[in-house]
């Protein structure tokens, strides 16, 4: 495609939670209106509902809300028991919370790389992260795709290891025919306003199949309490809001819809730019539901720009990889030659527009910007 033949563009956002809540206000008005009538601001009966319907929707036995993915991530590896002197492998290609809350539990993050195609966790560079301290994996389901959990399993189980699964970017997100969620030992999601079932602010949930590590977590998240002042260990406060489980009830209900949607659009960007650079490489053995559309370019800012210049929205996810974050530099900088995927998504990767109210014309403008944007930038 020659320049001569790029229209202008028509600026496309990355992102808007306006047009997304528009078609809901008057239902979750009348949610959070429910809230102020009942006052159930922290825990209380909205909590409980939205814990026992995301619980059947993931097919797992156990729900606990929690403040955000964070702090879920967090009290999901306590709760299974991770704490100091553990290790916990987590790909270096992913958000800084992953190995926060490896910290934050008081272990040691251990790095490992990612695939060169998915960017998802590399099961063999996790095999020789594998040492005698080791007591978890963290199984990052980045962009909407569920890790190889087939390979992660075994790996996990001839190792004795747990599989926690981060599945903060992929809500209704399938490996064969189970979801997201009911995969490992425990599970972390997020409810950031972003996510494919978001929040109106912050908000976050622990998912298992485990009683003890469900009873654990709920009683970490509330203080440490058994009941009503008797404090057992020191726990945190990071309890989901009932106004926030109030609006996540409203859209659960819609989530496969707008997984749809967004698999439709990704679908149309796939055809529109199968020959113009590295698009996420899918594993047919589960069903992505694209939380983010990422693309690998070589000259990823300079692209950008031009993006930006013809009003085209964007985002990098993530740069730089987590073995260069300041936190952890001086953590795992030895490993700098083994985690070369993990620095070439870092330095690579572009995110395009993707939500589910955004139009096949919006995508396909897009699409046209991209191809304009990488011809003239060589």
Same mark, same amino acid.
């Given at each position: 495609?020659? +320049?001569?033949?790029?229209?202008?563009?028509?600026?496309?956002?990355?992102?808007?939670?306006?047009?997304?809540?528009?078609?809901?206000?008057?239902? @979750?008005?009348?949610?959070?209106?429910?809230?102020?009538?009942?006052?159930?601001?922290?825990?209380?009966?909205?909590?409980?509902?939205? $814990?026992?319907?995301?619980?059947?929707?993931?097919?797992?036995?156990?729900?606990?809300?929690?403040?955000?993915?964070?702090?879920?991530?967090?009290?999901?590896?306590?709760?299974?028991?991770?704490?100091?002197?553990?290790?916990?492998?987590?790909?270096?290609?992913?958000?800084?919370?992953?190995?926060?809350?490896?910290?934050?539990?008081?272990?040691?993050?251990?790095?490992?790389?990612? $695939?060169?195609?998915?960017?998802?966790?590399?099961?063999?560079?996790?095999?020789?992260?594998?040492?005698?301290?080791?007591?978890?994996?963290?199984?990052?389901?980045?962009?909407?795709?569920?890790?190889?959990?087939?390979?992660?399993?075994?790996?996990?189980?001839?190792?004795?290891?747990?599989?926690?699964?981060?599945?903060?970017?992929?809500?209704?997100?399938?490996?064969?025919?189970?979801?997201?969620?009911?995969?490992?030992?425990?599970?972390?999601?997020?409810?950031?306003?972003?996510?494919?079932?978001?929040?109106?602010?912050?908000?976050?949930?622990?998912? +298992?199949?485990?009683?003890?590590?469900?009873?654990?977590?709920?009683?970490?998240?509330?203080?440490?309490?058994?009941?009503?002042?008797?404090? @057992?260990?020191?726990?945190?406060?990071?309890?989901?809001?009932?106004?926030?489980?109030?609006?996540?009830?409203?859209? @659960?209900?819609?989530?496969?819809?707008?997984?749809? $949607?967004?698999?439709?659009?990704?679908?149309?960007?796939?055809?529109?730019?199968?020959?113009?650079?590295?698009?996420?490489?899918?594993?047919?053995?589960?069903?992505?539901?694209?939380?983010?559309?990422?693309?690998?370019?070589?000259?990823?800012?300079?692209?950008?720009?031009?993006?930006?210049?013809?009003?085209?929205?964007?985002?990098?996810?993530?740069?730089?990889? @987590?073995?260069?974050?300041?936190?952890?530099?001086?953590?795992?900088?030895?490993?700098?030659?083994?985690?070369?995927?993990?620095?070439?998504?870092?330095?690579?990767?572009?995110?395009?527009?993707?939500?589910?109210?955004?139009?096949?014309?919006?995508?396909?403008?897009?699409?046209?910007?991209?191809?304009?944007?990488? $011809?003239?930038?060589?």
């Amino acid at each position: 495609m020659s +320049t001569a033949e790029i229209k202008p563009a028509t600026p496309v956002p990355f992102m808007s939670l306006e047009r997304h809540h528009q078609p809901l206000a008057g239902e @979750l008005r009348s949610a959070i209106d429910g809230v102020l009538d009942d006052g159930g601001f922290v825990l209380g009966p909205e909590v409980t509902r939205f $814990e026992e319907e995301f619980a059947a929707y993931c097919g797992v036995e156990h729900c606990i809300g929690a403040g955000s993915g964070t702090a879920a991530l967090t009290l999901a590896l306590m709760a299974a028991g991770v704490g100091p002197g553990d290790e916990v492998i987590v790909p270096a290609h992913t958000f800084i919370a992953s190995a926060l809350a490896v910290v934050h539990a008081g272990a040691k993050p251990v790095f490992c790389d990612v $695939e060169a195609g998915t960017g998802l966790i590399d099961v063999n560079s996790a095999a020789a992260a594998i040492g005698p301290a080791t007591a978890a994996i963290v199984a990052v389901h980045l962009y909407g795709q569920v890790c190889d959990m087939d390979a992660l399993d075994s790996l996990a189980a001839r190792h004795g290891l747990l599989v926690v699964e981060d599945a903060a970017q992929a809500h209704g997100a399938r490996w064969r025919e189970a979801r997201a969620g009911s995969l490992g030992t425990v599970a972390a999601f997020s409810f950031y306003p972003s996510k494919n079932l978001g929040a109106l602010g912050d908000g976050g949930a622990i998912c +298992t199949d485990d009683e003890e590590i469900a009873a654990r977590a709920r009683r970490l998240g509330n203080l440490g309490q058994a009941r009503k002042g008797v404090h @057992l260990e020191a726990g945190m406060n990071e309890r989901l809001d009932g106004i926030q489980a109030a609006v996540l009830r409203v859209k @659960l209900g819609r989530l496969d819809g707008w997984n749809a $949607e967004r698999r439709i659009l990704a679908a149309t960007y796939r055809r529109a730019l199968e020959d113009v650079c590295d698009l996420l490489a899918e594993d047919p053995r589960g069903e992505c539901v694209y939380h983010l559309f990422p693309v690998r370019i070589d000259n990823r800012d300079a692209v950008r720009e031009v993006l930006a210049e013809r009003g085209i929205g964007s985002g990098v996810h993530y740069w730089p990889a @987590l073995h260069r974050q300041p936190p952890f530099t001086e953590l795992l900088a030895r490993r700098d030659f083994s985690l070369i995927n993990a620095a070439r998504w870092s330095e690579q990767e572009l995110s395009l527009p993707l939500f589910p109210e955004l139009s096949e014309s919006e995508v396909l403008n897009v699409a046209e910007s991209l191809h304009y944007a990488i $011809e003239v930038t060589k």
